[in-house]
């Protein structure tokens, strides 16, 4: 592995620089500073600098990674997170990626330079690059929340593959046979477990699987909407439809009105995280409720235990979903 003084052999320059540019101690020449940087990047140092960054001291911060700070689920989650955080005492350093690895590797190496006492990082299977590098972190406590890769970090997630057999039993408990399904990315664990779930569940119950009812969306509203038009045009449509998150039958539910449907008479919808607004919306949405709350506070009394030197030997938390019933899913009117 490259270490500083590879650096500044590279570069032309004496170590002393190289920890200047690094540590921004000092003006250095633009024509310099990029030569450093370009040797750096040549020789992979990224390692060497986040390892410079890791604190000496507690700071009573802690770093937090979300992939996108728009939707309703992580806004709750993440103040769920500042809460806790405040009663303990800590102060939380919010980076809002985009799911953008680029992004995500700026705000990490922003945070190590501050110095925080601990990382989470939310939705992370958007940022693989991040992911596969954490080793750069040492001994600095991670915890993932929502999904990821678990491995040597914390892993708090939902039981997506239950909360979506929990949707599609209830739809078969009101007696629907003609089912679909919107997923979420399939290569994200949510959109496959949920989906996996639904199937699983149709199965139990002898219901045959249709695979033109089963589109794919991006877990935002636009997605959702777009999913439903497509299943609208096709010359037979379910009666039902279990739809992976809550933004998503929002957009579904928007377009199935568009187009003059009842929800739920003409149509039963079902979704997921229960978020604060499907409460409100017309009519209020059926979903499956995911423990806000509890994650962010997991996560948080996961890392402060590792902080403070404890070295938990379960690495990966399950928290189960349960289902809400609210009005946007009937009987239905026909088969």
């Keep these: 592995m490259a270490n500083i003084r590879d650096v500044a052999t590279l570069a032309g320059v004496s170590t002393t620089t ?32 986040v390892a410079r960054s890791l604190k000496v001291k507690e700071t009573h911060s802690i770093g937090m990674l979300v992939t996108t700070s728009s939707n ?6 993440v103040r769920g997170v500042e809460r806790y955080c405040f009663e303990q005492g800590y102060n939380l350093m919010l980076g809002n990626t985009e799911g953008e690895a680029t ?3 700026s705000y990490l190496k922003m945070m190590l330079r501050k110095r925080v006492d601990g990382l989470l990082i939310m939705c992370s299977e958007g940022q693989r690059e991040v992911l596969g590098q954490l080793d750069w972190l040492g001994d600095l406590p991670v915890v993932q929340m929502d999904w990821g890769s678990g ?5 708090i997630a939902d039981n997506s593959h239950h909360g ?18 919107i997923t979420g990315p399939r290569d994200r664990a949510p959109g496959t477990e949920r989906l996996a779930g639904f199937i699983e569940a149709l199965q139990e119950a002898g219901l045959p699987l249709r695979s033109d009812w089963i589109l794919e969306g991006n877990f935002d509203c636009a997605s959702g909407h777009q999913a439903m038009r497509s299943l609208l045009a096709q010359s037979e449509r379910p009666t039902a439809l279990f739809v992976c ?22 149509l039963s919808i079902i979704g997921y995280d229960n978020v604060a607004l ?8 059926t979903t499956i409720n995911q423990p806000k709350e509890e ?41």
Excluded: W
Excluded at 28 to 36: F, G
Excluded at 72 to 77: K, L, N
Excluded at 297 to 314: C, F, K, S, W, Y
């Design 18 to 49: 190289v920890s200047h540019v690094i540590n921004e101690t000092r003006f250095v020449a633009d024509e310099t500073r990029e030569r450093v940087f370009a040797a750096m990047r040549d020789l992979n140092y990224a390692p060497s600098l």
């Design 72 to 77: 309703p689920f992580f806004a709750e989650v």
């Design 103 to 105: 992004t995500a590797q």
């Design 151 to 155: 491995g040597a970090c914390d892993l």
């Design 164 to 181: 979506g057999m929990l949707a599609t039993r209830h739809l078969i408990a009101l007696g629907h046979k003609k089912m679909g399904c």
């Design 245 to 266: 998150n809550d933004m998503m039958a929002m957009g579904a539910i928007s377009a199935a009105t568009e187009a003059g449907l009842r929800i739920p008479e003409d």
């Design 278 to 285: 499907a409460e409100y919306m017309s009519p209020p949405l």
């Design 295 to 335: 994650l962010g506070r997991l996560a948080v009394t996961r890392l402060l235990t590792r902080i403070n030197g404890e070295r938990p030997q379960e690495t990966l938390i399950t928290l189960e979903p349960n289902l809400v019933i609210r009005r946007s899913c009937s009987t239905p009117s026909t088969q």
